[in-house]
């Protein structure tokens, strides 16, 4: 004989949630130049009013 389980409408959405949260990508750890990098990438589209589009492969 199985056994059924009851689960609280709570219970289950924090489940479903915890589920898809490990989908999820991590924060990448950057570096300060890294990020000031990326700052003036930023700044730079922004002022110049173009798009931000690189393509790196290592």
């Known amino acids: 004989m199985g056994s059924s389980r009851f689960v609280l409408p709570e219970q ?3 489940y479903l949630q915890f589920k898809e949260d ?4 991590p924060f990448p750890m950057l570096e300060s130049d890294e990020l000031a990098s990326i ?3 930023i700044r730079d589209s922004a002022r110049e009013d ?5 393509l790196e492969t290592k």
């Open 12 to 14: 289950r959405q924090a």
């Open 39 to 41: 700052d003036y990438l």
């Open 22 to 25: 490990q989908k999820l990508v």
């Open 50 to 54: 173009n798009n931000i589009i690189r």
